[in-house]
């Protein structure tokens, strides 16, 4: 249970910096916050990790799990129809089987010690597959380090899934090096000034009525379920999975057009089971048919969700639009932790689970 009648942002309190600080003991809400920083530091960073340029023509497996895999899913959103060779992103103890020498894999895990990817880095070994490693040490930069496998050095301190411009970044400029796609340096650096404009317009020194805020006081109470559709795909299941560990909660993400196909027939009795909310991501460049299918989809559901919300990406790039949703559900994960009155930092159950997995 939270100690929310201690520490939660109440309802006519405002979601400032210090009402947030009373819950947030880590400054989660900084690391968001440090977004457009956090790209520019990780274009550098991979570029001084010195990799030779590796061509690879089965493509790219981006192995990791949670915080660092949503990287890779972000970037090959971003890559979209760029992509000229298949960018696959495992969550598993294994690889694709058709992995072969001609593959890169990228072996990504924030602390270096995450035992499904450590996996993958060995498998990959096995196959004589082409290896990166994007980390901030443990034994995977150890291994790496014995093999002479490049690292993309990551700065320490964070929360994994605070790193998630650092992943992002390091899967784009990978895939580009093994020529899965094209080099976005320069709209990587762009999108990191349009993030800072959207910092402003989000940020806790936005009015209460700003949309982070509205989103978060919105599904307060309720079980999000988040729909994206192609380029927002990843990105609702960002914002399921920084719901679940920033907030504390149940939060569930699918995507259109499938969900047209079932989970619409479901909402019909929502409110006979519990207290839904809905939220669609939208791209401003989606194809029509799939706004269309959003925007009467919403109107569909509307009427059984405790709140409902159709939110569209923002930019002009696909890595700006990508960028600028993950940090509107980001800030939304942050200020419902605090409206919850949990911490949004620490996730000792995910440790707990680790640590008694260690003992087997
Ligand atoms: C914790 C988090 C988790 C981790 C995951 C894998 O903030 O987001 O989802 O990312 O448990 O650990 P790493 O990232 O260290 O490989």
Redesign the pocket.
């Given at each position: 249970m939270s100690d929310s009648a201690v520490t939660a942002v109440q309802g006519a309190e405002p979601l400032s910096r210090a009402t947030i600080a009373r819950v947030d003991g880590s400054d989660q809400l900084g690391d968001v916050l440090a977004l457009p920083e956090h790209l520019r530091d990780a274009l550098w960073r991979v570029e001084s990790a010195i990799m030779q340029d590796w061509d690879t023509p089965a493509g790219l497996v981006v192995a990791?799990?949670?915080?660092?895999?949503i990287g890779g899913a972000l970037a090959r959103a971003a890559l979209g129809d760029h992509a000229s060779r298949p960018i696959f992103v495992t969550r598993a103890y294994g690889l694709p089987p058709w992995t072969t020498p001609e593959t890169m894999v990228l072996c990504?895990?924030?602390?270096?010690?995450?035992e499904?990817?450590l996996a993958c880095y060995e498998s990959a070994g096995a196959l004589g597959a082409k290896r990166t490693v994007v980390?901030?040490g443990?034994r995977l930069a150890e291994m790496a380090r014995a093999d002479g496998v490049p690292v993309i050095p990551l700065p320490g301190g964070?929360?994994?899934?605070?790193?998630v411009a650092y992943m992002t970044v390091a899967a784009l400029e990978v895939a580009a090096l093994c020529g899965a796609g094209p080099r976005l340096t320069s709209e990587i650096d762009v999108t990191a000034s349009h993030t800072e404009q959207l910092v402003a317009e989000w940020g806790p020194e936005a009015p209460e009525d700003s949309l982070a805020k509205e989103v978060a006081r919105g599904v307060l109470g309720s079980v999000p379920v988040i729909a994206g559709a192609g380029l927002t795909t990843p990105i609702a299941y960002r914002w399921k999975?920084q719901i679940n560990?920033n907030a504390k909660q149940p939060c569930f993400s699918n995507e259109l057009p499938e969900l047209d196909h079932n989970e619409l027939a479901g909402w019909k009795g929502a409110q006979d089971v519990g207290r839904f909310s809905a939220v669609f991501l939208d791209d401003s460049d989606a194809h029509p048919r799939v706004k269309a299918r959003m925007e009467l989809t919403e109107r569909m559901i509307a009427g059984n969700a405790a709140a409902s919300f159709r939110l569209e990406t923002r930019g002009q790039t696909s890595i700006e639009r990508v960028i600028s949703l993950v940090l509107l559900g980001d800030l939304v994960s942050i200020y419902l932790a605090a409206l919850r009155g949990v911490d949004p930092g620490p996730?000792p159950v995910?440790e707990e689970l680790?640590d008694a997995l260690a003992q087997q």
């Open positions: 990791g799990m949670g915080g660092s895999a990504a895990s924030y602390s270096g010690d995450t499904e990817t980390t901030t443990g964070f929360q994994p899934r605070a790193a999975t560990e996730v995910l680790k």
